[in-house]
């Protein structure tokens, strides 16, 4: 049985695990829909904050990088960090959401999940 102190450890922790989980869903991070939950949403988070702080010049060698669709040096900062941010929530998405989001875009479901996601961009943005 936990003490009292830890219950309220407890609470105060899963309090501030629902703090973030909403705040990172209203900020368009899908949470709930992710592999690995609030794990996920971290790393999600982390990997975001990553790209937001890159330079133009860093985020066209990231778009470059990740093999994303169009050409880097004719899109605007905002447009590359948009399409790297979709392409890194496609991929860390739970299997069955994942073929939601194929089914959404008109790209089929079947294959290697790590795909998919480029699959998507390619039929966005390509």
Do not use: N
């Not at 003490?3 to 991070?29: F, H, K, N, T």
């Not at 399409?83 to 994942?98: C, D, M, Y």
């Amino acid at each position: 049985s936990l003490s009292e102190e830890e219950q309220r450890q407890l609470l105060l922790d899963r309090l501030i695990v629902g703090m973030c989980v909403e705040a990172w869903e209203q900020r368009g991070i899908p949470v709930r829909r992710l592999v690995g939950g609030i794990e996920a949403g971290f790393e999600v988070v982390e990997e975001l904050c990553r790209f937001e702080s890159l330079s133009e010049t860093e985020m066209r060698a990231e778009y470059v990088a990740v093999g994303l669709p169009g050409a880097a040096v004719e899109l605007r900062r905002a447009e590359m960090l948009d399409r790297l941010r979709s392409v890194l929530i496609w991929g860390s998405l739970q299997p069955a959401e994942l073929r939601k989001e194929c089914y959404k875009h008109g790209v089929s479901p079947l294959g290697d999940p790590a795909d998919l996601a480029h699959r998507i961009a390619e039929r966005r943005w390509a």
